[in-house]
């Protein structure tokens, strides 16, 4: 006799990170996870131990408090604009909305690796289009469009590669998608991004019903832990989402403490100056060591292997041997590279430290 069984497609969820070993010291360094060194800003750390007063009480209304500060902040349309518990949760509901069995999820292929599963919960088809060098190209995407093709994915900032394409050719695979696909751009990384062309995105939500963005406050907030996203697109597709969401998608502490760290631009400023002065340096360092290091826009970097001597697992667990954690996955196209988030400063040097050692005497 056996039990209830869940769909099909849930059955076919993989895990797309390495896990993480627990042999060695334990962990001092953490470059594993895309998160903010730096931390939140001061005052959302105060917003959200004041909140802990209240944690006997639902927060109502939460997107009335946060939703109009991320409307003033970002200078758009309130009514086009929800939250979740972390864009993961958001990108999870949009899926829900829009996939159905046999329907089809796109994306580049190497893209954001946990993409697939959203499909999968849905019994949908996940669909990757070849990309070049880990970076979205844009003509096979459209190539690969089908009639069953629901919704189109693209990170931009991408990862685990940090590749980054125009919003000229966003707006080109926007414009030769049919209208009734959606596109979902997640943008998770994008205040990283030092190209001086990115800012067209919420216009293109604003003047089409088929394109959403994601944004989070995960990475150059610091709020990692208190899971925190957001959703601007199409009215209808706010109604949609919002008629998935949990009744109340956010803690108390999470809530203000997103709330305060809105306000604290300089933070902001502070943490993205820091990153990207670091990013410049760890690629120049891997690329002087005969890594290829590919261009990244995101808070972090990736770095392939070449020589079959020294290769990308046995780097890990030389870090690892040093209290250091870096990032591999499970997708056979990264199996000679690793991904290594930019922490402090002291943090990124002791890692190319470690792995100088490591290419030197293969320990």
């Avoid at 695979?173 to 943008?187: K, T």
């Avoid at 996203?229 to 108390?252: C, H, M, N, Q």
């Avoid at 002791?350 to 490591?358: F, G, P, Q, S, T």
């Amino acid at each position: 006799m056996t039990g209830p069984e869940p769909r099909k497609g849930i059955l076919q969820i993989k895990k797309h990170m390495v896990p993480a070993s627990e042999d060695g010291p334990p962990i001092s360094i953490a470059l594993d996870s895309n998160e903010s060194a730096y931390g939140p800003s001061p005052y959302a750390l105060q917003a959200a131990n004041a909140a802990t007063a209240c944690l006997k009480r639902y927060q109502e209304n939460q997107g009335r408090i946060l939703i109009p500060a991320l409307a003033d902040r970002f200078q758009l349309d309130p009514d086009r604009i929800t939250i979740g518990c972390g864009s993961d949760d958001l990108l999870a509901r949009l899926s829900r909305a829009y996939l159905e069995p046999g329907s089809e999820l796109l994306r580049s292929a190497n893209s954001y690796l946990k993409v697939p599963n959203y499909a999968y919960s849905n019994d949908a088809v996940p669909v990757s289009a070849p990309d070049r060098e880990f970076t979205a190209d844009i003509e096979a995407m459209l190539r690969t469009v089908t009639g069953r093709t629901r919704i189109v994915y693209l990170a931009n900032p991408d990862n685990p590669s940090g590749t980054y394409i125009s919003t000229d050719k966003v707006r080109l695979l926007h414009d030769r998608l049919p209208r009734h696909v959606l596109l979902v751009i997640d943008c998770a990384y994008s205040e990283y991004v030092d190209i001086e062309d990115q800012h067209g995105l919420f216009q293109l939500v604003e003047n089409f019903q088929n394109v959403v963005v994601t944004r989070t406050f995960s990475k150059v907030y610091g709020l990692a832990g208190a899971r925190v996203g957001w959703l601007y697109g199409p009215r209808d597709v706010i109604k949609a989402v919002e008629s998935l969401s949990l009744t109340f998608p956010l803690s108390t502490p999470s809530l203000a403490a997103a709330l305060a760290a809105l306000d604290d631009q300089r933070h902001v400023l502070h943490v993205v100056g820091e990153t990207i002065k670091l990013r410049l340096h760890l690629a120049t360092a891997l690329g002087a060591l005969g890594f290829k290091v590919y261009p990244s826009q995101a808070n972090f970097v990736l770095a392939k292997f070449s020589d079959p001597a020294r290769p990308a697992a046995k780097a890990a667990a030389a870090l690892r041997r040093r209290r250091i954690a870096v990032r591999r996955f499970t997708a056979p196209a990264y199996n000679d590279c690793l991904r290594i988030t930019l922490g402090f400063e002291n943090e990124v040097r002791a890692a190319e430290i470690a792995l100088a050692d490591y290419m030197e005497t293969g320990r």
